[in-house]
């Protein structure tokens, strides 16, 4: 009888060692490993295909003019979405812009032609405050003071503020 007590018992502190020093699974003392982003030669994080992950660029209705950089343009008004614009130039309160092929000089909203109308044949003009306040519907962007081009809707005249539809732009 000693001995079937004793089997027993070594077998049943076998079995609850077992369970009492077994892992669960649950552990996380080691650390997992980091998953590195893959980058391009500039740092830039790149998709598993080595292709730079361009997040989309985000809409603005204004921005200080910069030479070189470049813009998409929408106006749901004027039936425009998508033009190309770049700044070919800042001298002092003087921005030189391309805008889908035409050549537009504004200054600040103190400047003679700080208004950029779009003409009924489709191509973009400057023009004066007095030409934006008779056609506001045509205003496709303004020049304002520190080379800054903005919506027509940001405008500092009601009218022009009124009439115009919102330009997005977006950078490229």
Do not use: H, R, W
């Not at 060692?17 to 740092?43: A, L, Q």
């Amino acid at each position: 009888m000693k001995k079937k007590f004793f089997n027993l018992a070594v077998i049943l502190a076998t079995l609850m060692s077992s369970t009492v020093f077994s892992s669960c699974g649950d552990d996380d003392d080691e650390e997992e490993p980091k998953k590195e982003t893959p980058t391009n030669n500039d740092n830039k994080p790149t998709d598993d295909k080595g292709n730079e992950d361009k997040t989309p660029a985000e809409s603005t209705t204004s921005f200080t003019a910069v030479k070189g950089d470049s813009y998409t343009i929408s106006n749901a008004k004027l039936n425009i979405n998508g033009a190309s614009m770049k700044v070919d130039d800042v001298a002092g309160t003087t921005v030189t812009l391309n805008v889908s092929g035409s050549t537009v000089v504004v200054g600040s909203a103190n400047a003679d032609k700080s208004y950029a109308i779009v003409a009924t044949n489709g191509g973009v003009a400057a023009a004066s405050m007095a030409d934006a306040k008779a056609n506001p519907e045509t205003v496709l962007f303004i020049c304002k003071e520190g080379s800054v081009i903005a919506s027509g809707t940001l405008a500092n005249d009601a009218t022009i503020k009124a009439g115009a539809g919102e330009t997005t732009f977006t950078k490229q």
